[in-house]
């Protein structure tokens, strides 16, 4: 039964980028990946900016081990909407994704995410321009939370979405109130899935086999998108394949060095020591979630001074 079910890598901003999409694609167990969001304020988006920021896009938007990259945009205005969407598919991109989800004050007070949650009517401005402007060949899906600072407009605003022919739509269980806390409300998410042509993916609080489960049973869904538990276990989407095959939950932690080091090696082609550095630093506030050896020595990592010191400290706590 849980054969064609689809695992989706969560776009999240200022980690999520190419470096960490091709260390993860390595790994595999995923379907695909969603890019960090390319923000679209004043003019449309350069064909060349998105291959700086979804450089798989050159490559017929795969990561080298061939996962599919799709393209997320984040934005207020129609037609600059549109107009960047038909420019990420000039630069390579299959899959245009619309955030209408984050919860980023910044964002929010630029009138893009979820502050646009608020009025459903642009919703469907947005993705009618984008449906109207690019090749009918081109999926499209988009992303919301459950509302703003309540659910009151949540099947407005999926109908809205629906209506302008949107195939596919990422819902994470929570609304922009409630940040990541508390627990996501995969029940409303059922609820969408069951009146809603669209293919629903179930985004919030999967972490592992257990909960996605769980979520499988609360929404129907069969479509799902993991954020923080990926930062949290890489090998989350490999460890879900494998125990619903009936596999052991596995323990990855003699790999961590040599992940690690991979990581090292990776973003060393693209960042300065000390964007590298602060990458691998970053990564492990969320790897301590999975791992109690990160946890444990999570200190010293930090400490680090320079890349080498990092990689000295980790053989050091991994023998």
């Given at each position: 039964?849980?054969?064609?079910?689809?695992?989706?890598?969560?776009?999240?901003?200022?980690?999520?980028?190419?470096?960490?999409?091709?260390?993860?694609?390595?790994?595999?167990?995923?379907?695909?990946?969603?890019?960090?969001?390319?923000?679209?304020?004043?003019?449309?988006?350069?064909?060349?900016?998105?291959?700086?920021?979804?450089?798989?896009?050159?490559?017929?938007?795969?990561?080298?081990?061939?996962?599919?990259?799709?393209?997320?945009?984040?934005?207020?205005?129609?037609?600059?909407?549109?107009?960047?969407?038909?420019?990420?598919?000039?630069?390579?991109?299959?899959?245009?994704?619309?955030?209408?989800?984050?919860?980023?004050?910044?964002?929010?007070?630029?009138?893009?995410?979820?502050?646009?949650?608020?009025?459903?009517?642009?919703?469907?401005?947005?993705?009618?321009?984008?449906?109207?402007?690019?090749?009918?060949?081109?999926h499209m899906s988009a992303k919301i939370r459950l509302g703003y600072e309540d659910e009151s407009l949540l099947f407005e605003n999926v109908a809205a979405i629906e209506a302008a022919g949107t195939q596919s739509l990422t819902i994470h269980g929570r609304t922009k109130k409630d940040g990541y806390r508390p627990p996501?409300?995969?029940?409303?998410?059922?609820?969408?899935?069951?009146?809603?042509?669209?293919?629903?993916?179930?985004?919030?609080?999967?972490?592992?086999?257990?909960?996605?489960?769980?979520?499988?049973?609360?929404?129907?869904?069969?479509?799902?998108?993991?954020?923080?538990?990926?930062?949290?276990?890489?090998?989350?989407?490999?460890?879900?394949?494998?125990?619903?095959?009936?596999?052991?939950?596995?323990?990855?932690?003699?790999?961590?060095?040599?992940?690690?080091?991979?990581?090292?090696?990776?973003?060393?082609?693209?960042?300065?020591?000390?964007?590298?550095?602060?990458?691998?630093?970053?990564?492990?506030?969320?790897?301590?979630?999975?791992?109690?050896?990160?946890?444990?020595?999570?200190?010293?990592?930090?400490?680090?001074?320079?890349?080498?010191?990092?990689?000295?400290?980790?053989?050091?706590?991994?023998?």
């Amino acid at each position: 039964m849980h054969s064609h079910i689809k695992l989706a890598v969560a776009p999240m901003e200022g980690i999520m980028d190419h470096t960490l999409r091709q260390l993860l694609s390595e790994i595999g167990g995923m379907d695909y990946f969603v890019s960090e969001f390319v923000r679209v304020t004043q003019y449309p988006i350069p064909s060349h900016t998105f291959h700086r920021l979804v450089p798989e896009n050159t490559q017929n938007a795969v990561t080298s081990n061939h996962h599919p990259v799709h393209t997320q945009i984040l934005g207020s205005n129609p037609e600059l909407m549109a107009l960047s969407a038909l420019n990420a598919v000039n630069s390579g991109t299959t899959h245009i994704d619309v955030n209408f989800g984050c919860p980023a004050k910044r964002v929010n007070g630029h009138g893009g995410g979820s502050v646009l949650l608020q009025d459903p009517t642009t919703l469907n401005n947005i993705m009618n321009a984008i449906k109207n402007t690019i090749p009918e060949k081109i999926h499209m899906s988009a992303k919301i939370r459950l509302g703003y600072e309540d659910e009151s407009l949540l099947f407005e605003n999926v109908a809205a979405i629906e209506a302008a022919g949107t195939q596919s739509l990422t819902i994470h269980g929570r609304t922009k109130k409630d940040g990541y806390r508390p627990p996501a409300r995969w029940r409303r998410i059922g609820e969408i899935n069951q009146r809603s042509t669209m293919e629903v993916i179930a985004n919030g609080d999967i972490i592992n086999t257990a909960s996605l489960q769980h979520c499988l049973e609360e929404t129907q869904c069969h479509h799902f998108m993991i954020g923080r538990g990926a930062l949290a276990n890489p090998f989350v989407f490999q460890d879900i394949r494998n125990e619903l095959a009936g596999a052991k939950t596995q323990d990855h932690t003699h790999e961590l060095e040599t992940l690690l080091k991979r990581y090292i090696s990776i973003l060393q082609v693209h960042y300065d020591e000390i964007a590298t550095l602060g990458r691998l630093k970053q990564w492990c506030g969320n790897l301590k979630n999975h791992f109690s050896l990160i946890e444990k020595n999570l200190k010293p990592l930090r400490q680090s001074q320079s890349v080498n010191d990092f990689i000295t400290t980790l053989e050091k706590i991994s023998k």
